[in-house]
C-alpha cells in the first residue's frame, strides 16, 4: 500500500475527513514554499498538492494564476519542483505529495524520466487538470512502473459512462471538481454536490477529494459523510498574499489548524 492509499486508510480508521492544501512551488519563492508546506503539515494537512508553474492553467482562476505566473517570472520549473520534493522528504515531512500541473511540461520532460526522478524524490503521484483519461495511458504506465499514481478529476457534468471509466482508469483517489467553472474561492458550495458525490460513489471504490472552491471550515464541515478529503488552493494562495514572508509560515499553520480542528 502506497502513502496516498494508506493514509486514506488511516483516515477511514479515524473516522476523519483529510485535508490537502495546494502551494504553487515558487510562490513566494522556492525556499518559502518548502517552509509553507511543513508548516503546514505541521498545522494538520493530510496530503499536499504542489502547483508545477505554467503559462496556460486553463482549469485555475485569477488567484492561482497569478501565483503561477509569479513563479515563472522566476523561472521556476518542473526540475524546480521535483527539487522542492526532496528537499521536503530531505526536512522529515512524511505525508504524501503530489504534484499538479499541466501535460506539456510533463511530456516535454520524458514520461519515464520524470516518473523515475519523480520517486526518487519522494513525489507519490501527479494530477494532470489537461490530460483526458482516454490520452492518458502513456503516463499512467510510467506511473505504475514506479509505484505513483495517477489522479483524474471528475465534474458534475461527467455522464456516468464516463465517470466509471475514470473510476477504473485513476489510482489513489478521485479528484471531484465541486463546480461547472475553474478555481478560485466561493462563498457557498453548490446545493447539488452532495447528489453529485453520492453519483461518483456508485463508480468506485476510489476515495473521493473534492477541490474548487473550498476555503472555509463551514465548507469542510459541509463535505463530511459526503467525501474523503477537502482540497484547498486558491483561498491558501490568499492567505499568505500581501503577508511579510516571516509571517507567512505562522498564516498558513494557523489557517491549516482552523479547517482541520474538530472543534467549532
Do not use: W
Request: hydrophobic share 40%; net charge negative.
Amino acid at each position: 500500500m502506497g502513502r496516498i492509499s494508506n493514509t486514506f486508510h488511516q483516515l477511514k480508521k479515524r473516522g476523519r475527513m483529510g485535508l490537502i492544501p495546494f502551494f504553487t512551488v515558487g510562490y513566494p519563492d522556492l525556499a518559502t514554499t518548502v517552509t509553507l508546506v511543513s508548516q503546514a503539515v505541521a498545522g494538520g494537512a493530510d496530503l499536499v498538492e504542489l502547483g508545477v508553474p505554467f503559462s496556460d492553467p486553463l482549469a485555475d482562476g485569477a488567484t492561482i494564476q497569478r501565483s503561477s505566473f509569479h513563479a515563472l517570472r522566476q523561472g521556476v520549473n518542473l526540475q524546480n519542483c521535483l527539487d522542492v520534493c526532496r528537499q521536503l522528504r530531505d526536512d522529515s515531512v512524511s505525508v504524501p505529495l503530489l504534484l499538479m500541473g499541466y501535460y506539456n511540461p510533463f511530456l516535454n520532460y520524458g514520461l519515464e524520466a520524470l516518473c523515475r526522478e519523480a520517486a526518487a524524490a519522494g513525489v507519490d503521484g501527479f494530477i494532470v487538470a489537461d490530460l483526458p483519461p482516454e490520452e492518458g495511458d502513456g503516463l499512467r504506465d510510467a506511473c505504475l512502473g514506479r509505484g505513483l499514481d495517477l489522479v483524474f478529476l471528475v465534474s458534475p457534468t461527467s455522464p456516468d459512462e464516463r465517470i466509471a471509466m475514470i473510476g477504473q482508469k485513476a489510482r489513489g483517489f478521485l479528484y471531484c471538481v465541486s463546480l461547472r467553472g475553474v478555481t478560485g474561492a466561493r462563498r457557498e458550495l453548490p446545493a447539488d454536490l452532495p447528489l453529485f458525490l453520492s453519483r461518483v460513489r456508485r463508480f468506485t471504490q476510489l476515495p473521493l477529494a473534492v477541490g474548487f472552491g473550498i476555503s472555509t471550515k463551514a465548507h469542510v464541515q459541509a463535505l463530511a459523510g459526503h467525501a474523503d478529503a477537502a482540497i484547498v488552493g486558491s483561498a491558501l494562495v490568499d492567505v499568505i498574499q500581501g503577508e511579510e514572508p516571516a509571517q507567512m509560515p505562522d498564516r498558513v499553520r494557523e489557517y491549516i489548524r482552523r479547517l482541520t480542528s474538530e472543534d467549532d
